[in-house]
């Protein structure tokens, strides 16, 4: 009976592991993805924050939702077209980066209070979470090293355009989400090289 129980345990754990190196893989070919397609990457951001508001409109409509918890994210959602703004470059100093980071905590609050006085079935309490406060953060989140590459950002004083793309283009030296999901990558699965 302890014999199952244990290999229970293991089994468990080696089933975390595959997932969290799934889900790894796969934030990796997104943030592949959105550095090399910055634009259409806008235009999916512009359509999900344009769903997110319709979304919460309907909430207001439909379900009664709080007028402040609506108007919150409201803001928010208009905040985020700020951001837009600029995309793929987002300055984490920026008054609209730092006032989306603070908005997103308060529109989190104040779903949990909601959520804590009403009752709804988890998958609706879900549904709101990632439609309405998760996707849109973390799109941005995955979309940070975009704008780090880009040449006009890159070139130095005294670098020309030509010789700056060959060094230290798209391909060259990695940083923000990209050099880490490199690092783990090769620490998980080290490429071989090829002895001849």
Same mark, same amino acid.
């Given at each position: 009976?302890?014999?199952i129980?244990?290999?229970?345990?293991?089994?468990l &754990?080696?089933?975390?592991s595959?997932?969290?190196?799934?889900?790894?893989?796969?934030?990796?070919?997104?943030?592949?993805?959105?550095?090399?397609?910055?634009?259409?990457?806008?235009?999916?951001?512009?359509?999900?924050?344009?769903?997110?508001?319709?979304?919460?409109?309907?909430l207001?409509i439909?379900?009664?939702?709080?007028?402040?918890? &609506?108007?919150?994210g409201?803001?928010t959602? %208009?905040?985020?077209?700020?951001?837009?703004?600029?995309?793929?470059?987002? %300055?984490l100093?920026?008054p609209?980066?730092?006032?989306?980071?603070?908005?997103v905590?308060?529109?989190?609050?104040?779903?949990?209070?909601?959520?804590?006085?009403?009752?709804?079935?988890?998958?609706?309490?879900?549904?709101?979470?990632?439609?309405c406060?998760?996707?849109?953060?973390?799109?941005?989140?995955?979309? %940070?090293?975009?704008g780090?590459?880009?040449?006009?950002?890159?070139m130095?004083?005294?670098?020309? &355009?030509?010789s700056?793309?060959?060094?230290?283009?798209?391909?060259?030296?990695?940083?923000?989400?990209? %050099? &880490?999901?490199?690092?783990?990558?090769?620490?998980?699965?080290p490429?071989?090289?090829?002895?001849?």
């Amino acid at each position: 009976m302890w014999f199952i129980y244990l290999l229970s345990w293991l089994s468990l &754990v080696i089933q975390i592991s595959f997932v969290t190196l799934a889900i790894a893989a796969g934030l990796y070919y997104l943030a592949e993805l959105i550095e090399e397609y910055t634009v259409a990457t806008s235009r999916i951001i512009k359509y999900m924050i344009m769903f997110s508001t319709a979304v919460l409109a309907g909430l207001y409509i439909f379900e009664g939702f709080p007028v402040l918890m &609506v108007g919150v994210g409201l803001f928010t959602n %208009l905040v985020y077209f700020g951001l837009l703004q600029t995309f793929p470059y987002i %300055l984490l100093s920026s008054p609209n980066f730092i006032l989306s980071c603070v908005l997103v905590v308060a529109n989190h609050y104040m779903a949990f209070q909601y959520f804590a006085q009403e009752y709804y079935p988890f998958s609706e309490v879900l549904a709101y979470f990632t439609i309405c406060l998760w996707v849109i953060p973390f799109a941005f989140f995955v979309s %940070l090293s975009a704008g780090e590459n880009v040449l006009p950002s890159t070139m130095q004083q005294g670098d020309d &355009v030509v010789s700056n793309y060959f060094t230290k283009g798209k391909r060259g030296k990695r940083s923000g989400i990209l %050099l &880490v999901f490199s690092f783990l990558k090769e620490a998980v699965l080290p490429s071989r090289q090829k002895m001849y």
